[in-house]
Structures are given as C-alpha cells and as structure tokens.
Nanobody, 122 residues
C-alpha cells in the first residue's frame, strides 16, 4: 500500500554530478526519517545520508561535502544531490522511509525502494 520509486541513476564520469529522486506514494499519513543507502558489488548495504522530518541530516564520512540530501514534504519526495563523484561511489542506491499509514497506527513502518544504479566511470 506504500511504494517508493527511485529515479535519476545512470552513467557519469568521475568528477561529475547526478541527482537522485525518490517519491513515496500510497496510503501515507506521515513520513518520518527518509534516507539513502547504497550497495556496491560484493559489499554490504551502507547508509549514505538520512534526513529527519524536522530537516536535520546525517551523512556517511565518505560523502560529506560532496552529497546533499533534501526532501519536499508536500511531494513526499527525498532527493540526493551527488557532486564530485568518484568510481567508488558506483553502487545501487536505495531510498527508504519510515511511514505511518494512519493516524492511529502505533508505530511507523520502514519501506524500501527497488534501487537505481549509479555507475561512475570514464
């Protein structure tokens, strides 16, 4: 009843930029934290950045100063602006969101998108 759909991935040269988007749809009462994770081939999924409902953010050390997470609450959408991309940023990027579907739900549920591939290569 809730879907997250990522977009914006692709092939980019080292030093280039990409902007990822992730839109949540379905039965949504409120969205709390929204985040981006990534999983490179042969590696575990890792947190890239998270943005809370109040707007505070946290970043992995490897992307600080290069990536910026933001959200548009009116559109239920989270963005990841990626600059100065490096080959080691190559991965499938997933978004997630903690969502309450109704006002009377006792807790939120974390939903995941299916991912979008980012390839950084010359």
């Amino acid at each position: 009843q809730v879907q997250l759909v990522e977009s914006g991935g692709g092939l980019v040269q080292p030093g280039g930029s990409l902007r990822l988007s992730c839109a949540a749809s379905g039965r949504i009462f409120v969205i709390y934290d929204m985040g981006w994770y990534r999983q490179a081939p042969g590696k575990q999924r890792e947190l890239v950045a998270v943005i809370r409902s109040g707007g505070s953010t946290n970043y992995a050390d490897s992307v600080k100063g290069r990536f910026t997470i933001s959200r548009d609450n009116a559109k239920n959408t989270v963005y990841l602006e990626m600059n100065s991309l490096k080959p080691e940023d190559t991965a499938v990027y997933y978004c997630n969101a903690a969502i309450k579907m109704t006002a009377w739900a006792s807790r939120s549920t974390t939903y995941w998108g299916k991912g979008t591939l980012v390839t950084v290569s010359s």
